[in-house]
């Protein structure tokens, strides 16, 4: 699908088997000494495959994850703190490239005096706080971009996972 999937499914690989001839040895204390000689091929051979292949699934789990922040444009997303007056006001701003589009979260207090984030100018979390600190500013921003990345990597996740054409 993408560099990144297989370059880290290639380097889990690589980690995995090491690990797992590493553990094969390991194993070798529970084996007999009468049985050593016949037990460690099989013993390095099963731990590297076994740990190879949950090596591989996690660095393609991984790339995944990755490739799909890049494309998100989580990884070049801006913020801004500010002070308008006396409430302080927080900004996050990239660009989706998936479709082009410029995206914006912005934490502030809202006409009624309360704290709130919004996403495109739709508000999606009401804090129920009415201090405009730079603490608590801060706080609520740095959860609510905590929340709708991953909200929205795991939405492109399940896209792409049922259309694998549509990267």
């Known amino acids: 699908?993408?560099?990144?999937?297989?370059?880290y499914g290639i380097f889990g690989m690589f980690i995995g088997v090491v690990l797992g001839g590493i553990a094969g040895i390991g194993e070798l204390n529970y084996v007999k000494k009468s049985l050593r000689t016949d037990a460690f091929p099989v013993l390095l051979t099963g731990g590297a495959i076994i740990l190879g292949v949950t090596g591989l699934y996690t660095g393609i789990k991984y790339g995944e994850n990755e490739y799909a922040e890049e494309i998100l444009g989580?990884?070049?997303a801006s913020d801004q703190l500010?002070?308008?007056g006396r409430f302080w006001t927080k900004e996050t701003r990239w660009v989706d490239k998936v479709n082009g589009s410029s995206?914006?979260?912005i934490t502030k207090r809202n006409d009624s005096g309360e704290l709130c984030t919004s996403f495109n100018s739709a508000v999606i979390y009401?804090?129920?706080l009415h201090?405009?600190?730079k603490i608590n500013v801060e706080k609520y921003h740095s959860e609510s971009k905590k929340v709708l990345f991953k909200t929205l990597k795991n939405q492109y996740l399940s896209?792409?996972?049922s259309d694998p054409n549509n990267t």
């Open 82 to 84: 500010y002070q308008v």
């Open 74 to 76: 989580f990884k070049e």
């Open 131 to 133: 201090s405009g600190s």
């Open 103 to 105: 995206q914006h979260l």
């Open 126 to 128: 009401n804090h129920n």
């Open 1 to 7: 699908m993408n560099k990144s999937k297989f370059i």
């Open 159 to 161: 896209k792409t996972a």
